[in-house]
């Protein structure tokens, strides 16, 4: 599922914000020219080591970024998605991994007392993520739900190898335990307008005379 996505994904760079298992684990099929993983600490496989929050990439310089979980990772989601958005061009494309809080992924969260999956700080819906997005200007062209194991299960320690599952449709999204957003960065162009000048009404009769 993933692969199939990044399969439409097309440009030059390709930025991954967030290492989440194996770093470029989830790049092997992108199309771009250029691929790059961006993590928090030095490893095998990461390109750049920084900040979510405070990417040191220029402005309108990317094509796309994945953020595999990384929202839920970071105690600051609103800055990691606007940074995404600043580094974004135009029509640049955004692909999200999250986890569903209202599935049996959810519910063994709120058992682990949010120690489940380690290291996230929260489950965020995809309805909130959607509401996020339409006030960045994003357009969500598609929505992916998966992983439909649950997590009490040996496959339930590698959630990104269910993220190339098959997807399924109808009611069954409902109980996926994540899911995928792809988005679209949408720029509006303004288009100046010349001012309409109406002339000045002339008068037609002068002012009355004062009688003596």
Not at 18 to 38: D, F, I, P, S, Y
Not at 154 to 175: I, M, N, Q, W
Request: contains cysteine.
């Amino acid at each position: 599922m993933i692969s199939r996505a990044l399969e439409q994904v097309f440009g030059i760079q390709l930025l991954q914000v967030g290492a989440w298992g194996k770093a470029g684990c989830l790049l092997e099929h992108a199309r771009t020219q250029r691929r790059a993983v961006l993590g928090e600490c030095a490893g095998s496989g990461i390109s750049i080591v920084g900040d979510p929050a405070e990417l040191g990439v220029a402005t309108d310089s990317v094509d796309a970024v994945l953020l595999p979980h990384t929202l839920e990772l970071s105690p600051e989601p609103h800055r990691v998605l606007r940074e995404a958005e600043r580094v974004l061009i135009g029509d640049g494309c955004l692909l999200i991994l999250g986890f569903n809080p209202q599935s049996l992924w959810g519910l063994r969260r709120a058992f682990s007392r949010g120690r489940f999956p380690p290291g996230t700080e929260r489950f965020i819906a995809e309805r909130r993520i959607r509401d996020w997005l339409a006030l960045l200007g994003f357009e969500v062209g598609h929505a992916h739900h998966y992983l439909f194991v649950p997590p009490f299960r040996k496959r339930a320690a590698r959630p990104l190898a269910a993220a190339r599952d098959t997807e399924r449709s109808g009611l069954a999204r409902y109980f996926a335990g994540a899911y995928l957003l792809v988005a679209q960065k949408r720029v509006y162009t303004l288009t100046p307008m010349r001012p309409r000048w109406t002339p000045r009404r002339k008068v037609i009769s002068g002012l009355a005379e004062p009688t003596a």
